[in-house]
């Protein structure tokens, strides 16, 4: 059985490892060099209750996370994030992007945000479909702007606008 919970620095190696997995094999992130304990307890020490990170756990083993962080530092941005979400290559297609997905949409919505932001490779269709699948939208692709395992990448990028009276949920 799948449980989400927010996450606690006791989570960070196994979301180290799930992020280094992604590093290392796809390009649903454009991180090149594997991630140390220490670069992402500064990144775990950045987020905050506008920004969360989540895990999800099947019987007491962390198996993906997500996370809102900030779009920027510029104060005018602060009702914006960014999502992050990664699932163990082993457990993937089997339901636990979609429960992580909705977690942190909810959560997002939760602490006050006004906007999503995804930032999506071109060819993964099934991360482009997931989100699609929970509102966002398509506002644009960034031509070549990444360069990962020899070849230049396009960006899709998509957003989710909370509505107004979602505030309460």
């Not at 163990?88 to 992007?97: F, L, P, S, T, V």
């Amino acid at each position: 059985m799948i449980s989400i919970r927010d996450a606690t620095v006791d989570d960070l190696h196994a979301i180290t490892e799930i992020y280094n997995e992604a590093i290392r094999k796809t390009i649903a992130t454009f991180d090149t060099e594997p991630k140390t304990y220490d670069e992402q307890k500064t990144w775990l020490n950045e987020h905050g209750p506008k920004n969360p990170i989540i895990i999800a756990e099947d019987s007491g083993v962390i198996v993906g996370w997500a996370s809102l962080s900030k779009w920027s530092d510029r104060c005018a941005y602060s009702d914006t994030a960014e999502i992050s979400l990664y699932v163990r290559e082993d457990h993937q297609a089997k339901g636990i992007g979609r429960k992580l997905l909705d977690a942190i949409v909810l959560a997002g919505r939760r602490a006050g945000l006004h906007t999503v932001i995804a930032r999506i490779a071109e060819g993964n269709e099934t991360s482009v479909h997931l989100h699609e699948s929970a509102g966002f939208e398509h506002v644009g692709i960034m031509k070549e702007v990444g360069r990962k395992f020899g070849r230049l990448l396009d960006v899709h990028i998509m957003q989710l606008i909370y509505k107004s009276g979602d505030e309460n949920i």
